[in-house]
């Protein structure tokens, strides 16, 4: 049989509309929904696979590696890289990346200990427990970022080990930033001999480096990898990102593989060849200073969310120059029907490209309401955080 029978065209076709219609009430993750790929669909007929290095060509010739390599030089501009000294990949997201860049710093210091701070993104405790490193959780402040005494004590403790340090450049609920210039004070402070940053850039990457945002993380700034995912900022409907290191770093990773007729310097085997494709095009398309016109309405999208919040009562608010916006959680239904993560109380709604003032003003609406009507929740949502 070659067509589809008609229950399951049916039970496609409901989903297809379920999702369509689910994308309208999308505010509460950071993935960038204003993109438009439709000139590239032709390339979904076929099987395009940049399994291995990117910099390194393959039998397997069906491959977008030339768009690739472009892409992960647009980065390596913007991060600041070391010239003819770094070398990256596209991921699969950046999870992935965060995975690459531990796994470069165990095999520089395979007794290093990893120091990040509990508002880390999950992906990182399960990458550190993959590659059977020891760690330390910091605290945090109030607003997500790391507590600075608290990673000095630690790190007085272990002051003979190797620092393996993951910094978030935005935390998942909040968007906190860790600061590298009092990470490395601390650093110098205790005359801590080996080290290693690992940006975790994930969620602000991308706009921080574009509007130059403080505090700085590139490798200016002493990363030595950083990971971005290329489906929230710069958007795309196949989840990806990029992991870019100082090459002489990655250059202890990887073997010739004769069947694949490259190198196997990646986490995965096959990678897909359209994600790559999508950020090329993407990055073409908008050029750096459209990128950075993008990024200014969502700030300022952000800004919006957080008066009109406030102003029926809500104690919303966000990191400096974040497009998280924090504030107590509404009710169960208003979080199902918003698509809104909730952690300990708190909830929130991020202005990535694509966050219409409507939906803001539908959303508010509806929480004002909700508000109005059951006066037994106002008390709660009107306590600060
Ligand atoms: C999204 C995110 C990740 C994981 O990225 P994926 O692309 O989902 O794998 C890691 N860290 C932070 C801070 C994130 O926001």
Redesign the pocket.
Known sequence: MNHLNQSDRTHLHEYMQKATERSKYFIGY?IARDFDYSELYPLLELPLNNVGDPQVESTYDLNSRSLEQEVLAFFAELFKAPENNWWGYVTN????G?LYGLYVARELYPTGIVYYSEST?Y?VQKNIQLLNLRSIVIRTQENGEMDYDDLRQMLQMHRDQPVIMLA?I???MTEAKDDLGQIQKIFRDLAIKNSYIHC?A??SGTYSALLKLNPGFDFTYGADSIAI?G??FIGSPI?C?LVLVKKNYKERIGRSIPYIGTVDTTITGSRNGHSPIFMWYAIKKMGKNGLIQRALAALAMANYTVEKLNSIGVKAWRNPDALTVVFPQPSYKLRQKWQIATENGKSHVICMPGVTQEQIDQFVSELEAELNENTSTPNRLLSSI
């Not at 997201?93 to 992935?96: D, F, L, N, R, V």
């Open positions: 950071p997201g950046g999870s992935e965060n993104h992906s978030n935005g935390t998942t975790d994930a969620l995912s489906h929230k989840p990102g």
